[in-house]
């Protein structure tokens, strides 16, 4: 019988195969590069002419469908033994360096370093884009209309304290456009300079973040005023100066403003979630698994609602969530957000549309765009 090798020989050839696998690795990385360097090169050239277009249309760099429909393939096929959210991250990180050395992208976020929309905004672009913190949701848009900023990343809702109303009420007025989600899981944890709870008198926090963590709060730090601040980065940088002083807030803020976590995962859902939208001056093409926001009024008037939703359900189409907000237009006039299953270049959806519109007193497309990968 065959005896089977000493240890070492065998971590010596596992190894060895690591190495020749790491190089052959390294060689296609570098030919994905080389032909992200020439897509790159045709399409400056088109930005040159006078009407910079390709066979696709006006010139783009990034094309978040593409990227949707290659990640959603890479999980399909993904053999293992990583999980597909993981090998689809890695992909992410390939396809953003690539990215860059076509067309260096900066995105903005609701800053400072550290919030969970830059961390949206690094799972949507991967890191080789230049993420740029804004103070207000507002300047987010203001950044991205002015076009300072290629995309920006905004949250619109969590899975446990709903809608964000000022993400909403921007697009009343805003030109901009969705070209893509993000969902995100939400994970908060209780950081101080202090070395134990109980020496803490003052915690800082986002206002929707102290409220997904409020039984848990209840619980440990009754006697802690809890004082609401612009983001949960924010809060850290407070408990960083501030003695007696803790924040709610993801890891990346402890590590930035050098904080001790003294209690992890505290949020009282463990499933919290919350979305984001990317926002830019154009939307995106169909992706083949695509969602369409939509802003729209109806007349005040019995069954107005019912009659301007109706032809969603004639032509099939599936509505996945409706939110209502104050038109600002007058005393109890209000606005309706939906968000539908489709591209509206889908046919039984532009068709839907076209009657919508009709019956609408106010109708804007917000956008059609790839479907979050998870």
């Not at 400056?44 to 006078?50: F, H, I, S, W």
């Not at 969970?116 to 507002?138: D, E, P, Y």
């Not at 004082?227 to 960083?240: F, K, M, P, Q």
């Not at 600002?328 to 046919?347: E, L, M, N, Q, S």
Request: net charge negative.
């Amino acid at each position: 019988m065959e005896q089977p090798g000493r240890p070492e020989d065998q971590l010596r050839e596992v190894r060895s195969r690591i190495d020749s696998i790491d190089m052959e690795i390294m060689r296609l990385i570098s030919e994905r590069a080389g032909c992200a360097q020439e897509v790159g090169r045709i399409k400056n050239a088109c930005v040159g002419r006078p009407a910079p277009t390709t066979e696709e249309g006006p010139v783009q760099y990034y094309r978040p469908e593409r990227e949707a429909a290659i990640l959603r393939r890479i999980k399909e096929r993904n053999p293992g033994p990583l999980d597909g959210e993981e090998v689809a991250r890695l992909f992410r990180e390939i396809m953003s360096a690539c990215l860059a050395l076509e067309q260096p992208m900066k995105a903005a976020y609701l800053g400072p370093a550290g919030t969970f929309t830059q961390a949206a905004a690094l799972k949507q672009f991967g890191h080789s884009v230049r993420t740029i913190a804004m103070a207000t949701i507002g300047e987010i848009f203001r950044e991205v209309e002015a076009g300072s900023c290629d995309y920006g990343v905004v949250p619109v809702e969590n899975s446990t304290e709903g809608v964000i109303s000022h993400t909403l009420d921007m697009f009343l007025a805003s030109p901009l456009l969705i070209t893509g989600e993000v969902s995100l899981r939400i994970h908060h944890h209780l950081m101080s300079r202090e070395l134990a709870a109980e020496a803490i008198r003052t915690l800082y926090s986002h206002q929707q973040s102290l409220a997904q963590c409020r039984g848990w709060l209840d619980r440990h730090l009754p006697h802690a005023e809890r004082v609401a601040v612009g983001s949960n980065a924010e809060a850290a940088r407070l408990a960083s100066s501030e003695a007696g002083s803790a924040a709610v807030a993801g890891l990346p803020a402890a590590e930035i403003y050098g904080l001790k976590v003294l209690a992890e995962r505290i949020e009282d859902e463990p499933g919290n979630t919350t979305r984001f939208l990317v926002i830019g001056p154009k939307d995106a093409p169909p992706s083949g698994q695509d969602k369409t926001s939509l802003l729209i009024s109806c007349r005040n008037a019995s069954g107005g609602l019912h009659t301007l939703l109706s032809p969603l359900a004639e032509h099939g189409i599936d509505m996945t969530r409706i939110e209502s907000r104050p038109s600002r237009r007058g005393i109890w006039d209000y606005v309706f957000f939906i968000d539908i299953i489709g591209h509206r270049a889908d046919p039984q959806v532009a068709q839907a549309l076209e009657h919508l519109k009709r019956a609408s007193l106010l109708f804007k497309v917000l956008g059609s765009y790839p479907v979050a990968v998870l």
